[in-house]
């Protein structure tokens, strides 16, 4: 049978053997792995076999960790701390899904746990989605590093746009108080990663005695004009044991977040702070939060054209926090509130 | 004399049993992930 003639089959929704196509002998089909797929390359004129076309904006991290480790080598995480690293393979990923679209998405299927030592780039991270299949507890990364920032996106090179989603994040369970943040959106003075969505996440730690330092940082902080980290939405972000703060959002121009929780903190580690640097253009602006769920201090300052409906043990608030709305369960409040400030507390 | 009983209020209530269910929700998830006897709390 021809080459020409097995294609034809193929895209009439037809099949044709494997066994002819290896006689075609470029490709090696000797060792595929069940549920790879062949595809063309054109750069080698070979056909090849991956998890998923590498070529398409949508990347399959296994096939990464293959090109780094070689296919059959690398594992998912065995144990605590053990497990190849997957913060590389993400670089990779996100370098050819750059040299080709620009930007895209890196895919995280359900292997168990992922183990993650290296953070991916930050630059290299920027305009890209790192996306599990989700809602959560599917796709998993177990984060082995004391002091990192597990994913950071800083908008370099004016790549703005990107995503995280569908995720379980695990602090590593032997890492004690660590001093790591689990998601940080932050730029300079000329670029940040605007037009971002996290949606789905479930950080918490593999260990009750195990604590994130900080959980999710938006800050915008650097950037006046135009000002701050703008336009974005956090969906369904639960944060679990951190020990300095659980949420902090900075700068932030016109977001949307719905029902985001922090829980299982300690000391601080159940905070949410919304806020800025006290000027117009660095302080935030438009910010709407349904159901949020604080066990610890809910911290407004710094911020106007806020509205927030949920939940928290404390409130505390200043005369900087303005013109905004404030429908709020609280269980104790400290501090003076702005008279441009409405409330419906219980 | 008989120490008078401190009747928690509706929202310590409310919280309590919010923590009591996150940390079980946590700690189930980690039994499962990791088996039995790797919770922290028993380490």
């Known amino acids: ?346 | 004399m008989k120490a008078k009983k401190i009747k928690k209020s509706a929202k310590d209530i409310f919280w309590e049993q919010l923590n009591k269910d996150k940390t079980r929700e946590r700690d189930d998830l980690i039994e499962k992930i990791e088996g039995k006897g790797k919770k922290a709390d028993e380490s």
């Open chain 1, 1 to 346: 049978m021809t080459l020409s003639r097995q294609l034809a089959d193929l895209t009439s929704g037809g099949s044709t053997t494997l066994a002819t196509l290896d006689d075609i002998g470029d490709v090696n089909l000797t060792g595929l792995e069940d549920g790879k797929v062949i595809y063309r390359d054109g750069d080698d004129n070979l056909w090849k076999s991956a998890w998923a076309n590498p070529k398409d904006p949508v990347a399959d991290l296994r096939d990464f960790m293959d090109a780094r480790y070689g296919a059959g080598v690398w594992t998912a995480r065995t144990g605590v701390g053990t497990g190849s690293d997957i913060g590389p393979a993400i670089d990779d990923a996100c370098d050819a899904i750059r040299a080709r679209y620009g930007s895209g998405e890196v895919r995280i299927v359900p292997n168990g746990l992922w183990l993650m030592t290296t953070p991916p780039t930050p630059s290299k991270l920027s305009g890209n989605t790192i996306a599990g299949v989700g809602p959560s507890h599917r796709s998993n990364i177990v984060f082995n590093n004391a002091n990192g920032i597990m994913f950071h996106w800083n908008g370099a090179g004016g790549f703005t746009n990107g995503g995280l989603k569908n995720l379980t994040l695990f602090c590593e369970s032997n890492l004690g108080n660590s001093t790591s943040t689990a998601v940080l959106l932050q730029g300079d003075a000329s670029f940040q990663p605007d037009q971002f969505m996290i949606e789905n996440i479930y950080c918490t730690s593999l260990a009750a005695n195990a604590y994130w330092y900080n959980g999710c940082l938006l800050n915008g902080g650097l950037r006046t004009a135009p000002q701050g980290l703008r336009v974005g939405c956090v969906n369904n972000y639960q944060q679990f044991n951190c020990r300095n703060f659980a949420f902090g959002f900075y700068n932030l121009v016109q977001w949307t977040m719905e029902n985001i929780g922090s829980y299982t903190g300690t000391g601080s580690g159940n905070n949410i702070y919304i806020g800025g640097g006290g000027t117009a253009s660095t302080n935030t602006v438009q910010l709407s939060i349904d159901g949020l769920i604080c066990s610890g201090d809910l911290n407004l300052t710094n911020a106007s054209r806020v509205y927030i409906q949920g939940s928290t043990n404390t409130l505390s608030t200043d005369t900087s926090f303005t013109t905004s709305w404030l429908d709020i369960d609280h269980n104790g409040i400290g501090g003076a509130l702005a008279g441009s400030v409405y409330t419906r507390f219980l």
